[in-house]
């Protein structure tokens, strides 16, 4: 029942399902470590966009819009916020007080504009490619579920530098258990993404994981820990780096 609770909690903290009013303390620990889990649903409304637009025979262009849309879409652009904020403090070359003060407001500066019509750029650019392509389920599930491992890990394992925003409302003691989904999820995934793509599909998750675990590193070397904001530019820039490597595979492999 804690478990059914906590899942509940985390769809309807990160993404735009609509849930049951539900809420309880003893199943907050559990939020971060289902957030994996969570990523199927908008891989699935993608994966379904995608697949639509093409019966229909739509453009490229105007399916890779539609199918990024339902992307972010299906998180309610959680993870677009936190990219944003994210990049206005992180490229503002000033100390560390003033990057966290900066994250800490809420007003949209130029470096978070910048860095939101780079990421969607590539994003669009990707998914062009993609839909032009015969339809393949497995990456659209495998890619939100990875980014979200890294990003429940990050904030599992990393010193909090806000007390507040998700990643402190939802920490708590950290318990092995807590640790073993996203890891599960970092393993099994990998092994599913060869066995369905070979050494394609291999590839995607490795990399996918290096730009995670590159962008980890970077954000706690540049405010010391983690927070809700910096775990969603830590999806965010690797969905979008497994998403060129996805659209750039078919060439090399």
């Given at each position: 029942m804690k478990l059914m609770k906590a899942w509940w909690m985390t769809l309807g903290?990160?993404?735009?399902?609509?849930?049951?009013?539900?809420?309880?303390?003893?199943?907050?620990?559990?939020?971060?470590?289902?957030?994996?889990?969570?990523?199927?649903?908008?891989?699935?409304?993608?994966?379904?966009?995608?697949?639509?637009?093409a019966q229909v025979d739509f453009s490229p262009l105007l399916e890779s819009v539609l199918v990024l849309l339902a992307w972010h879409f299906g998180t309610g652009f959680i993870h677009v916020d936190g990219l944003m904020d994210t990049s206005d403090a992180l490229f503002s070359r000033t100390g560390r007080d003033k990057r966290l003060a900066?994250?800490?407001?809420?007003?949209?500066?130029?470096?978070?504009?910048?860095?939101?019509?780079v990421v969607l750029l590539l994003q669009v650019a990707a998914l062009e490619t993609l839909t032009s392509q015969s339809f393949a389920l497995?990456?659209?599930?495998?890619?939100p579920v990875?980014?979200?491992?890294?990003?429940?890990?990050?904030?599992?394992?990393?010193?909090?530098v806000?007390?507040?925003?998700?990643?402190?409302?939802?920490?708590?003691?950290?318990?092995?258990r807590f640790v073993l989904i996203p890891l599960a999820a970092l393993a099994g995934l990998s092994v599913l993404a060869f066995f369905l793509g070979g050494w394609a599909g291999l590839t995607l998750a490795?990399?996918?994981?290096?730009?995670?675990?590159?962008?980890?590193?970077?954000?706690?070397?540049?405010?010391g820990g983690i927070s809700g904001d910096l775990a969603g530019f830590i999806l965010v820039v690797s969905e979008t780096v497994?998403?060129?490597?996805?659209a750039i595979l078919p060439e090399v492999f």
């Open positions: 903290m990160f993404t735009i399902v609509p849930v049951p009013p539900v809420w309880d303390e003893d199943a907050k620990p559990w939020v971060v470590p289902l957030l994996p889990l969570a990523g199927l649903f908008p891989g699935c409304l993608a994966a379904g966009v995608a697949w639509l637009a900066i994250l800490k407001d809420p007003h949209v500066g130029s470096f978070a504009v910048i860095a939101l019509g497995w990456p659209w599930l495998v890619i990875l980014s979200r491992s890294w990003a429940g890990l990050a904030v599992l394992l990393t010193p909090q806000l007390t507040d925003g998700y990643a402190s409302q939802f920490r708590s003691v950290l318990q092995i490795s990399l996918l994981s290096v730009a995670a675990a590159s962008a980890w590193m970077t954000l706690q070397r540049s405010f497994a998403l060129l490597t996805w």
